[in-house]
């Protein structure tokens, strides 16, 4: 097979660090050229997250392009979303291809840590739902999801002990990754027992606000050729929306049935020839343990999903932790150690196909991304 | 265009006088209902050429895109809860009420609002399908559209 692919992959540790967005970025585009095998006059297009508002550094593309002397012809920034890097690796692929190019990276950081959450809450989720109309009320990411764990819970579809058992298997899974924030193992009990935030959430079931970056580099065929082993082929994206935002106005929507999130599926695995049993590894973005049981079982998945098929092997959002604009970078990064076979203690047996699960909203849009080897066998 | 935008300047400066810097913020689709709230009354959109009811109010009506036609109805407000959480970490200028009780409801007119539910006796007995109305009181200072149980 040969394809455009994506060659090279890095992130840093999450964590909270002094250092700004531009050092995290440019150490990792580094890595994902070492990785890659590509060198810099390779490296002929840049695409960054748009910067945070919290970043001293606007206009993070030129910047470091000019920093790390790239001789590049194509350049863009894409808006902060968690679908900004699905559209990012669209770009890429489209640029290598019409411009004949052998790299493109893509590079994203976020330093959360700069931001006290109640700032957060105050200056930018109340106004990224309706401003006026829902915003004001104290809507966030976190109070969304607690209104569609609560009809799960009132229709009987899980317990405050599922939330919780998904808490315990992400952390497990985290103590096995260097990269992850919250590392040390926890119990049922340690997040029951944890305080309530935005009822029926816990502390435990949240992620955490934290740094990090990460950078990408996306090759033309014959550059991901030159290692079939290690290069990994975005062999569909499947995307829908279901026209709300965050909240619907429309009398009778499902908090926490995610249509989304099956219509994306089914577009994805139509586009790439595969069933849900061909599935390896799924690296989802979900913030707060109730939504993995929403988005899993939203997208076709059994309800005992976690008995067939291994989700979040990096910790998930919720223990390697969420820093916003680079946590794509993240997801993708453990489907190529993963598709590679490099993931370590946390590898998955024989994983031939890796999905990436992306929102914008309360998953009001949904972006699955399907990942397979470039010479197509498996890991191990 | 350009009588209409000396009407929507006219209105700004008028909405500013009420709300200050907001939220809620100006917008021509939705004056007459922050002015409504202002006096104590809950209006829904009603489109005066579909006869649709939506809510928010906005300058174009959602089924039949008719432009300008928000014609802002009563309602009883009466509906149900269809889900509701509890804040504890809020932003700085929720912490006075926290923590605060955020219910989604849907009214009889199957149009959803999202608002608080106010009544300290009703926090322990709230459930996804409470009946529930919808009304205006001061909070923080200033009328909004809030819920309680019935």
Known sequence: MTDVAIAGSAVVPIGLYAQPEEDLIMRCVVAAAADAGVSRSDIRGIIAMATRPQSVQQYQAAHIASRLRLDIEFLAELEVSALGLCSALRLAESVIRDRDIPAVVIVGASRESLVPTVDFLEHRTSRTTDASFVGPFGMAPIAWCALGARQLLASGEATEEDFAAVSVRLRRNASMNPVAYFRAPITAEDVMASRMVAAPLRLLMICPRADGAGAIMVVRPDVAALRPTRAAVHLAQGLAHDGDNVISEQAGRSFCELPSTRVAAEDAFNRAGIDYSDVDVVEPWVPFTPMEIMVMRGLGFPRDYWTTTEVSPSGGLVSRGHPLLATGFYNVHEVIQQLRGEAGPRQVDAARVGLTVSESGNFNGCAVDVFGRLDGRTAN | ?150
């Open chain 2, 1 to 150: 265009m350009r009588a209409r935008e000396l009407q929507a300047h006219d209105r700004y400066q008028r909405h500013q006088e009420t709300w200050g810097d907001g939220p809620p913020y100006f917008s021509e689709g939705t004056f007459d209902f922050w002015q409504n709230i202002a006096q104590g009354r809950f209006t829904l959109g009603h489109c005066a050429a579909c006869d649709s009811r939506y809510f928010p109010p906005r300058v174009i009506c959602p089924s039949c895109w008719s432009a300008d036609a928000v014609d802002l109805v009563d309602t009883p407000g009466v509906g149900t809860v269809v889900s509701y959480t509890e804040l504890h970490t809020v932003s700085t200028a929720l912490r006075p009420i926290a923590p605060v009780v955020m219910v989604c409801v849907d009214l009889a007119e199957k149009v959803r609002i999202l608002t608080w539910l106010l009544g300290d006796d009703d926090r322990g007995s709230i459930a996804v399908g409470s009946p529930c109305r919808i009304g205006v009181e001061e909070v923080l200072g200033a009328n909004r559209f809030v819920a309680r149980l019935l």
